[in-house]
Antibody
């Protein structure tokens, strides 16, 4: 079964760091381009970052320079390293795999990140 | 990139049809045929309903259809059912490997 399972969310103080993980099963992370998408409480979806199969990475302007997307091929796992966290980064973070093009058909269950003192 | 513009809410009675619009610019919706639509029930992950403007993934009922004209994409749901009540988001490729979502539309089935 094709599945994504996120972990690593939690409560962190402003300025702190957190690393999210997204374990994949049923397919190979390195063969796909994978994205992170977040959703602030009561708000809409916001694309955060993508890593292509070749390793190129891209970020939304709101997180550029603070977040880093990466993957571990041996663990078939996607990561999101989040530094210099702000209150506005509070959200459920989803990892997602595209069906084709830029349409995401496989989503994880999400992991909540709360940035608060 | 700015979020795509969707109506905050739409409603319809069972059996009726509703259309949700999604307006962007020539740099996103109008520039690429990579518009997708997602359904999200409370507390759940989004579900892909339409991709590449008008294609349906396997398992999505043909009551759901998508189209695009210029910088505006649309999702039409015909034969409304109670379980269609959810939030709907449009999404478009915006160039340079970036993706932009709409603000979301709450569909109420009366």
């Amino acid at each position: 079964e094709v599945q994504l399972v996120e972990s690593g969310g939690g409560l962190v103080q402003p300025g702190g760091s957190l690393r999210l993980s997204c374990a994949a099963s049923g397919f190979t992370v390195s063969s796909n381009y994978m994205s992170w998408v977040r959703q602030a409480p009561g708000k809409g979806l916001e694309w955060v970052s993508v890593i292509y199969s070749g390793g190129s990475t891209y970020y939304a302007d709101s997180v550029k320079g603070r977040f880093t997307i990466s993957r571990d091929n041996s663990k078939n796992t996607l990561y999101l390293q989040m530094n210099s966290l702000r209150a506005e980064d509070t959200a459920v973070y989803y990892c997602a795999r595209p069906l084709t093009g830029y349409a995401f058909d496989i989503w994880g269950q999400g992991t909540m990140v709360t940035v608060s003192s | 990139q700015s979020a795509l513009t969707q109506p905050r809410s739409v409603s319809g009675s069972p059996g009726q049809s509703v259309t949700i619009s999604c307006t962007g610019t020539s740099s996103d919706v109008g520039g690429y045929n990579y518009v997708s639509w997602y359904q999200q029930h409370p507390g759940k992950a989004p579900k892909l309903m339409i991709y590449d403007v008008s294609k349906r993934p396997s398992g999505v009922p043909d009551r759901f259809s998508g189209s695009k004209s210029g910088n505006t994409a649309s999702l039409t749901i015909s034969g409304l059912q109670a379980e269609d009540e959810a939030d709907y988001y449009c999404c478009s490729y915006a160039g340079s490997a970036h993706v932009v979502f709409g603000g979301g539309t709450k569909l109420t089935v009366l």
